[in-house]
């Protein structure tokens, strides 16, 4: 998963979210910059019952905001989404002794991020073909 003040990055460099079922984010500044949420059409949680661990559906959780405007809330994209959202211009992802590198191509240049994960090098390419995107 990629921290917040990389998401936070690629959020203000435009990159846009429909929010899905799985989507992961942070309602950031609040005091829960740790605390994931993920979209969920229905909410299930572990519980340790008498008899063991249960898997338990239910329509509405104790604890609940009531509602935020998708504005307020950051996209934490997975993996594949960064990687989707590449398209074209990514050429490659290899791993190297310390990491990950991610090559694209942007604007006829190729570009190399490297990072300590996937999820991260994916990022900090995609960071870069939005900015490459939004210059004149």
Known sequence: MIPLHLAR??????LAWEPADGDRFVLPDRGMDHEVFTI?????????APIGRMIAF???TEWALDAVEQAEAIWIPREEQ?????????LSLVQTE???RCTTRIRGTLAESEADTASEAYAHA????LEA????
């Open 9 to 14: 990055q690629l959020r203000d460099a435009g």
């Open 40 to 48: 969920s059409r229905m909410v299930v949680e572990v519980r340790t």
């Open 58 to 60: 239910n329509g509405t």
């Open 82 to 90: 960064l990687r989707r959202t590449l398209g074209d211009a990514l």
């Open 98 to 100: 310390d990491g990950w």
């Open 126 to 129: 995609l960071l870069g073909l």
């Open 133 to 136: 995107r939004a210059e004149p």
